[in-house]
């Protein structure tokens, strides 16, 4: 049984910085793609980052270039995503996605998901 659990997110003031964390179980990790997609309430889901099975490559929305990092480490089974420089607009669940491709982009239709962590940013 798949399963994906975010971590990490909370409340901070604007400029501030967090990293969150996803780890899975029941997943072949090191050989599927992994992303990030956010959700603020009124607003459809939207991808935030991706990264390749192998780590080679990343694809990051426009609004978050810059400013957020997507990573993984294979050993773990964990996918993390740190976030600097936030920004009021960046208060959304974030949801941890994963798909048994070794490329993708933030555009891939993600089979698998996550429960979200909240992340909230004030100003």
């Known amino acids: 049984q798949v399963q994906l659990v975010e971590s990490g997110g909370g409340s901070v003031q604007a400029g501030g910085s967090l990293n969150l964390s996803c780890t899975a179980s029941g997943y072949t990790y090191s050989t599927s793609c992994m992303a990030w997609f956010r959700q603020a309430p009124g607003k459809e889901r939207e991808g935030v980052a991706s990264?390749?099975?192998?780590?080679?490559?990343?694809d990051y929305a426009d609004s978050v270039k810059g400013r957020f990092t997507v990573s993984r480490d294979n050993a773990k089974h964990t996918l993390y995503l740190q976030m600097n420089s936030l920004k009021p607009e960046d208060t959304a669940m974030y949801f941890c996605?994963?798909?048994?491709?070794?490329?993708?982009?933030?555009?891939?239709?993600?089979?698998?998901w996550g429960q979200g962590t909240q992340v909230t940013v004030s100003s």
């Open positions: 990264i390749s099975a192998r780590d080679v490559y990343t």
């Open positions: 996605a994963a798909a048994p491709v070794l490329v993708c982009g933030i555009d891939y239709l993600y089979p698998d």
